[in-house]
């Protein structure tokens, strides 16, 4: 049996895990108003005049306001001096003020009226007419087609240059929350590989995870989590009934939480009980892979050289350097904020080139049909002089977590 593996339960390990939150600084709000000073920035570089942000994660980054999106259309228009004008439903404004952190004008639209034409007449009071408006890439298609025929005096463009261009770099204290995050998750993944047993289900391991999380001091449990045994873990994003766990098998766990609403992301793949020889040397070939892709990780490196670091390594050892199996059938990684996905991402053919402040998973998934997938997961953010790893990476096949 590797170290670490098995050999406690559910119990003692949710004992040793101590509330690991109390000492997180929130983002202030002058951190929000350095995001909207850099926003007007690159929108009066790229002409435009406003810019939509929706209700979700580009919301709460510029402004602060926790408001999840729906049918209704939520959010607000930044113009290029600086200034907001938030559009809400009117039976929620007394709510929305509630949540509202960057100070702005509360523009009401009741159920029977258009918000789009609001939005039009918000324009029209700022005296900007038939000038260049970016939309929220988040938003979805009816509000985005809404927009465009109330509209259309106005040229309507992605806004994803100015919300990525800001949202790509993270600040500090961003980091230092995220870094948080991540030691939570490590310390609910160490516990839950000592948890495993013969028989357990994929289901108990998921439950416990999320009450490791709690105690950590996550009140709302796991962000998600993947538990996979034997071949299920081929598959990246897990099977629809999965396996017990077996004696001698491979295991993936993926998971992570939400910490003032930043979120981890890790993902830990060993053997309980005795690894094939085969296993063992993929286990090594994913472990090099992983390693090639950061030192790949450069300043200055577009994001596709290392998706093609990685699949080098992968390629001298015998398997496809293209998304062909056995290999690894998706990208390196992809940025990790407010979104567990977001830009920028380790993909093939990325000219987005690495700068400081970026934060990626690092995850060259290899996977053998028919027989085991092993993923390592870690995260690492651009300092000045290069990559810095958020977790290290896994040790040894015996020794996983590196005691």
Not at 37 to 65: D, H, P, Q, R
Not at 69 to 86: H, K, N, Q
Request: a negative charge.
């Amino acid at each position: 049996m590797a170290i670490g593996i098995g050999g406690s339960n559910a119990a003692i390990e949710l004992e040793k895990i101590e509330n690991m939150t109390l000492d997180v600084k929130p983002i202030q709000s002058e951190e929000y108003l350095g995001r909207i000073k850099k926003a007007v920035a690159i929108m009066k570089e790229v002409k435009v005049k406003a810019t939509y942000v929706n209700a979700g994660t580009n919301l709460y980054y510029f402004t602060g306001t926790k408001w999840n999106p729906s049918e209704r259309m939520v959010g607000a228009l930044l113009y290029d001096d600086g200034t907001l004008d938030y559009i809400v439903p009117k039976f929620e404004e007394g709510t929305f003020k509630k949540y509202m952190e960057i100070n702005g004008k509360i523009n009401c639209w009741e159920e029977h009226e258009s918000p789009y034409a609001l939005m039009g007449e918000l324009l029209k009071n700022k005296n900007i007419v038939g000038e260049t408006i970016a939309l929220d890439e988040s938003a979805p298609y009816f509000l985005v087609d809404g927009v465009t025929k109330t509209n259309q005096s106005y040229t309507i463009i992605n806004a994803l240059p100015i919300t990525s261009g800001c949202r790509m770099q993270k600040s500090a204290n961003e980091i230092a929350i995220i870094q948080r995050a991540k030691d939570i998750t490590m310390v609910v993944q160490r516990a839950a590989a000592k948890i495993l047993r013969p028989g357990i289900s994929a289901n108990e391991v998921t439950s416990f995870i999320n009450a490791a999380h709690i105690k950590a001091g996550i009140p709302s449990g796991s962000y998600f989590c993947i538990v996979l045994f034997a071949d299920d873990t081929q598959y990246p994003h897990g099977v629809s009934v999965p396996q017990d766990l077996k004696d001698n098998g491979a295991v993936i766990i993926d998971t992570g939480c939400k910490l003032e609403g930043y979120i981890s992301d890790i993902t830990r793949s060993y053997a309980y009980g005795t690894a094939s020889e085969e296993y063992k040397t993929i286990w090594n070939l994913e472990k090099a892979t992983q390693h090639a892709a950061f030192v790949a990780a450069k300043i200055g490196a577009t994001c596709g050289s290392v998706d093609d670091a990685a699949r080098k390594t992968l390629a001298e050892a015998g398997l496809s350097s293209d998304y062909n199996l056995p290999g690894l059938p998706h990208r390196v990684g992809h940025g990790t904020g407010l979104d567990i996905h977001e830009y920028p991402y380790l993909v093939r053919g990325s000219e987005i080139e690495l700068e400081e402040g970026m934060v990626v998973s690092n995850e060259p998934m290899i996977c053998i049909p028919g027989k085991f997938g092993i993923r390592h997961e870690d995260h690492f953010y651009m300092t000045a002089n290069g990559p810095k790893w958020f977790t290290e990476p896994m040790n040894s096949v015996d020794n996983p977590f590196g005691y």
